[in-house]
Nanobody, 123 residues
């Protein structure tokens, strides 16, 4: 299994920055992709950004010029740096991992989610 713990959310004013952390434990060697999603009230979760095991990144168009991803492999932690935050970034942010289906990893679920961390941006 993989356990995910998010942190770093909070309340900030427009234009401020926040860094979200996603710390993974367990079968971390099976992680193929780590993604950050967000969910607005009453809506489905949407992908914000993702990073693959080889470092390839993807960003939603709405955040591409403001958010960055980084990671510390020795801590199994991925960071979402959010700059120039806007009120429309207000949401609950979730970390999610997709696992490889190779070798022993195939016995695990294909994905795992964290508990979410709220971000509120006031104007």
């Amino acid at each position: 299994q993989v356990q995910l713990v998010e942190s770093g959310g909070g309340e900030v004013q427009a234009g401020a920055s926040l860094r979200l952390s996603c710390a993974a434990s367990g079968d971390t060697g099976c992680i193929a992709v780590t993604g950050w999603y967000r969910q607005f009230p009453g809506e489905k979760r949407e992908l914000v950004a993702a990073i693959t095991s080889d470092g390839t990144t993807h960003f939603a168009t709405s955040v591409r010029d403001r958010f960055t991803l980084s990671r510390e492999r020795n801590k199994n932690t991925v960071y979402l740096q959010m700059n120039m935050l806007k009120p429309e970034d207000t949401a609950v942010y979730y970390c999610e991992v997709d696992l490889t289906v190779e070798g022993m990893c195939v016995r695990l679920r294909p994905d795992y989610w964290g508990q979410g961390t709220p971000v509120t941006v006031s104007s």
